[in-house]
């Protein structure tokens, strides 16, 4: 790869204009729910959709070919069937097309032939004009009008995180997912066969991009692996770096080849890379997620060291186990704030030890307030994880308490926000779904109604403990690890999970 | 403890009448939303409640003691707080009542005194009254009438699988969870400090219970751990049995210590269980519900290759990493499979190999249809896991398309079904939530109904491929394991999943 300094990243994520080639009429296919997709998103420029069959698109003007388009395009977007992407791409190039994302499939991932319309589209490119993909669903970037095929109802509010990705699927399902939850994106490049601009590229430029706080990466197979090690080393040091490596399993490894024509890596190089880059090493998309949610909204000082409040003994126990399992702790109260507890809360079925169970199905928001008062206000404490079960709250059987039920759910929450603003430490909130029968709807309903309002209070939310945990023992991993450089996750004592051979055999 | 041979279990699953004692009229009580819940449910035979204070309870009459009861009681479930159970034990004792739940905490998990409080429950059950509990939720046996405290809303089907719980939170949760999942139960006990009967006794009866072909058990501390050991490797000959053993890491032994009074045991123990009784290990409540409907939904036959069906190459990789990491194989198809694949999709834009890509959005029901049927006809596949992304049936930007999408989304089900009949091999479903949106709760609607038209249809539905394939690998290493007594679960070979501290330090 040439360095890739000069690739005018601008241009890719603010165009002032666009022309999307092989658009079409078709909702059917992704290609026609893309330029629409683009309109109702709200992209603010000018755009052209190219189209030798159709006069008009989606409303628009139609053109034959790029060429043919009047004013000046900055972006590229190339939908046309792969045998036609490399002539679609020239005439970006004579154009002065500054930079082009190719959505379309059939290069490198489909053996010979397309590997030869591949070096094709490289041969181009280097001519002048940076290339996204191929085989990819291209860029979501809220504040230029830019969004993934086909989001477009995703957020137009930009945001603190980067998500570069291999898979055009993961990146609209992590992005999608990650919006619901209160995750605000600044830049998501689904990246593709990446012939052109690779992994090492995009990474370069978030490192430096003031949009950017927080690095999440879906990496199948990398293009230049070893630049790609160098620029993690340093923007670790400024940013946290999350990589979800796919494929190191066997089973996965081949899977990797079918989708990107990638060769994935040895197990052993992944396993240094984390070591020596201090990059967070992440498993599956929930993960990812959860992860982009603690660094977002849980301030970098933080210890291990938490305090769970919830309802039920089993909550205790699994919340003990799964906060000891990512390395963090749950350490006695001091005298003072177990006699707060004890004030708050009736003497037998519950527990005033840490985690603190509530014991009763729907506490009142008074004790609930004073509870998590008292798990704050704990010195040896760095964050509250509290959980509330939202079905207690909305069941129908409640009948004529529905309404005394229901303004005791709303001030449980504001006494979650109050007691978070008063103590200045984080508190985390579960809201386990707790209730999926198909009738049961309206739970669900109050249970992301729950979510919206603590997300827009900044209180991070997160549908179990254990992902609770894990998302918030990155966060303790990876500052830890920028102040004694030790390990940047529990997983560095996991070995085992590792093991590319996992079979019973 | 005493030999349990003589206890009478029908009388506390099949109870002609109960006596509730402390029952209630205020519903933000857990006596006040028993008794209710009971009524609700629907128990068939007398119910009397017991309370001095009141004339009446939810409208039926109450008595001021068990023994002002007219009619012989079959079952005592006794909610006064701790100090008054004694005496309330033993006019269910002196009544002739057959056997007592315990809801009440207070007990051993409180100290000195709910220990002497304890004992002297132990001292009246010995004298010939059967005790469940103290401190937990109570029995759901759908067949006898009787539900868990507070599940009015439980599904009045009874099913093949039981659960004991020490933990009556976790009890209720999985059960809810579980039954919205297809899952149905023939007995759930919450069993919670365990005085009298304990984990060891239910395993005794529910191994040779005909309603029950599958056990799962939630643990803090086992009361009779040689016994449950000896009992497990005798019921493991016949029918799974899951044991969840919580607090194996050393903040969850503490917990546990706090929630039931136990003591967890050493982490090499329970090693030591699993390895000499073929129970099968869990080690958390999702992985509880989706081992069970696995054991529940698929035949005991199946081997470990699977064929996975899936839009997205990103998908592709998730899915077979996730297989892999738990001992699953998804093998390259024979030819004549791979020419019916590529006779039924496009050439580019999806991958014919297992996994298979379908590549489109949303993809024709005859494709998905021939697709199936390819997968299901290889000789060399023994499960076949498909997932369907249902937000892009549903969504709203689809317009004058919703209608045919709607019945393009009917067809595509449908095909599920007629291939699972056809080929006689099973088909595992995963419908990803996809969009958790507050204002997309239609999306969430439809995916439960797509859920619940395959559970109807005897089709196994997971949340995501990692869960899918979790729950058929439990199936697979536990009929591989009754064959050749090699390993119950791919979790031998993770010995640092064990490692009860985790931390960072």
């Known amino acids: 790869m040439t360095s890739r300094k000069t690739v005018d990243f601008e ?22 729910l893309f330029v629409r997709a683009l309109l109702d998103f709200g992209f603010a420029g000018e755009v052209y959709p190219v189209n030798p069959q159709e006069p008009e698109v989606a409303g628009l003007r139609a053109y034959p070919t790029v060429l043919d388009i009047p004013g000046s395009v900055g972006f590229g977007i ?3 069937p792969a045998a036609a992407v490399p002539r679609a791409l020239e005439h970006c190039l004579a154009k002065g097309v500054k930079a082009a994302e190719i959505l379309s499939a059939g290069f490198s991932e489909c053996g010979e032939e397309g590997r030869k319309l591949e ?10 004009i940076p290339v996204i993909g191929p085989n990819c669903f291209g860029v979501y970037c809220p504040a230029g009008g830019l969004t993934l095929m086909p989001g477009p109802d995703f957020s137009t509010e930009t945001g603190p995180v980067a998500l570069i990705s291999q898979s055009g699927g993961h990146a ?23 012939c052109d601009l690779n992994e090492a590229d995009y990474l ?25 090690m160098e620029l993690a080393k340093t923007a670790t040091e400024t940013k946290p770096v999350m990589v979800w490596k796919a494929g190191l399993t066997d089973e996965g490894a081949k899977a990797v080849n079918s989708h ?4 994935g890596g040895e197990e052993s190089t992944w396993r240094a890379f984390f070591k020596q880059t201090g990059a967070i090493r992440i498993e599956d998309k929930d993960e990812l997620i959860d992860a982009a949610m603690a660094f977002v909204r849980l301030p970098q000082s933080i210890g291990p060291r938490v305090a769970v409040v919830g309802g039920g003994g089993g909550m205790s126990v699994a919340a003990a186990d799964a906060c000891a399992r990512v390395g963090l702790t749950v350490p006695p109260f001091p005298d003072a704030v177990t006699e707060r507890l004890r004030m708050a809360l009736p003497p037998v079925g519950n527990s005033i030890r840490n985690p603190v169970d509530v014991g009763v199905p729907v506490v009142a928001p008074k004790v609930f307030h004073q509870v998590l008062e008292a798990a704050a206000s704990a010195p040896n404490i760095d964050v509250v994880i509290a959980t509330q079960t939202i079905h207690l709250f909305m069941s129908a059987k409640m009948g004529s308490l529905a309404h005394a039920v229901a303004s005791m759910a709303d001030e449980s929450r504001e006494a979650v926000v109050t007691v978070a603003k008063e103590y200045g430490k984080p508190v985390v909130m579960v809201l386990p779904v707790g209730s999926t029968e198909t009738e049961s ?40 690890w920028r102040v004694d450089g030790r390990r940047a996750s529990w997983r560095a004592r996991e070995p085992s999970a590792w093991d590319g051979d996992a079979s019973g055999a």
Chains 1, 2 share one sequence.
């Open 119 to 128: 070096n094709e589209v490289i041969r181009i490119a280097r001519k002048g």
């Open 11 to 32: 241009a890719i994520f603010h165009p002032k204009s666009v022309a999307i080639v092989g658009a079409s009429n078709n909702r059917l296919k992704f290609a026609g």
């Open 260 to 263: 990107t024509g990638s060769l």
């Open 78 to 80: 190339i939908t046309v």
């Open 204 to 228: 370069e430029y978030l490192a430096s991009d003031p949009e950017t706080a927080v690095i999440a990466a879906y990496i199948e197979g990398p293009r230049d692996g070893r630049r790609f």
């Open 172 to 194: 609209q399902e992590v992005a999608r997912e990650a919006i619901a939850w209160g995750v605000r994106f600044s830049k998501v490049v689904s990246y593709g066969n990446a």
């Open 441 to 480: 709807l309206d739970i669900e309903k109050a249970r992301r109604e729950f979510r919206d309002f603590y997300v827009e209070h900044g209180i991070p939310v997160y549908p179990s403990l254990e992902r609770a945990a894990r998302g918030v023992a990155h966060v303790v991993h990876y500052y830890q």
